[in-house]
């Protein structure tokens, strides 16, 4: 019998709202070299709206993944997309002198995308007044998990492996992790070890609650690692709360990165439509313990015997499972 997907039970979702996205919005970040540029996608109605900061992946651009950033407005969420600088959309090349701290300035530009989230709100029509500013989640794909992983504590390690500053950000308080890279060092191929030396994450402090997504058929070409690679945050994070592994997932998780995007490999809609409902889900209880829509999801997709994924859960505060 083929998967099926999640009995998930849609009454918690409600009625989808209609949406309006704004692109291109752009706010102050001195030093960047050039402008910082957000896309905000957010429902037309409803008020005390959370705070949704998605991070691309390599090369993405804030017009990505609208299967997902889509889902999320039209069930309460203000999503706010930056575009950085390693995007194909801005042409940085290797030789640039910032393209070494890409990585770092990815972080910067997410902060400043929250230090400026009052002129976000008064530049998208019809949403002033209706922003929660201290409800605020944050998602991120590939790269962009790392980036993410960067605001909820973790830390890259230096040269002489030890993790250096923290970037993490108190306004933060949960985030996903979709299909993130683990750790670095023997798990890097020689290429990425030599042009992606950023790729070596330290977990220890990522003290923020956050589910961590990994493809069961994700085999990274940058990794000497299988797919298992892609679920370590979870393992060596002490506050990675859940772990859902996809089952036939490959790096594009069925297709998040955009609708018919010719990178997805394992094209799957069921599998989106699983992932927008799950994470949707985790985000609501994350902002609200009184919100039971996480252990109603989960309970359904562990109960499925015919499911396409699986979750695995642990106490905030325990670094392995």
């Known amino acids: ?29 001195p030093g960047r070299g050039d402008a910082l540029q957000v896309r905000v996608t957010a429902p037309t109605t409803g008020d005390d709206l959370p705070v949704l900061l998605f991070a691309h992946g390599f090369g993405k651009s804030m017009d990505a993944y609208a299967p997902l950033t889509e889902f999320w407005a039209a ?15 801005l042409n940085v090349t290797p030789d640039d002198p910032r393209s070494p701290e890409i990585w770092r300035i990815r972080a910067q530009d997410l902060r400043a995308v929250l230090d400026q989230l009052g002129r976000i709100e008064a530049a998208v029509p019809g949403l002033r ?64 070890a030599q042009h ?42 002490p506050s990675s709360t859940d772990l859902l592994i996809l089952f036939g997932a490959e790096h594009s998780l069925g297709g998040i990165s955009g609708y018919g995007v010719t990178e997805t490999t394992d094209e799957h809609p069921e599998r989106v439509a699983l992932l927008q409902r799950l994470t949707w889900a985790y985000l609501r209880s994350a902002l609200d313990p009184a919100d039971s829509s996480w252990a109603q999801a989960r309970a359904a997709l562990n109960d499925n015997p015919n499911g396409l994924g699986r979750i695995e859960s642990k ?4 670094p392995r499972g």
């Open 1 to 29: 019998m083929s998967p099926s997907p999640l009995p998930f039970p849609e009454s918690l979702l409600g009625s989808p709202a209609p949406v309006v996205s704004v692109r291109p919005l752009v706010l102050d970040a």
């Open 75 to 89: 069930h309460g969420f203000v999503v706010v997309q930056p575009t950085f600088l390693d995007s194909r959309t």
């Open 129 to 192: 007044g209706r922003l929660n500013q201290n409800r605020i989640v944050a998602v991120g794909h590939s790269w962009g998990g790392q980036s993410v992983s960067l605001l909820l504590g973790a830390r890259v390690r230096g040269p002489d492996g030890q993790p250096g500053e923290s970037l993490a950000d108190p306004r933060v308080q949960a985030g996903i992790l979709l299909a993130t890279p683990g750790e670095g060092g023997a798990s890097l191929t020689p290429f990425a």
């Open 196 to 237: 992606f030396p950023f790729m070596n994450p330290d977990f220890a402090q990522l003290t923020v609650p956050n589910l961590v997504v990994a493809g069961d058929r994700d085999q990274s070409l940058l990794s000497t690692r299988g797919p298992e690679w892609f679920a370590e945050p979870y393992f060596l994070s």
């Open 315 to 318: 106490p905030p505060g325990h």
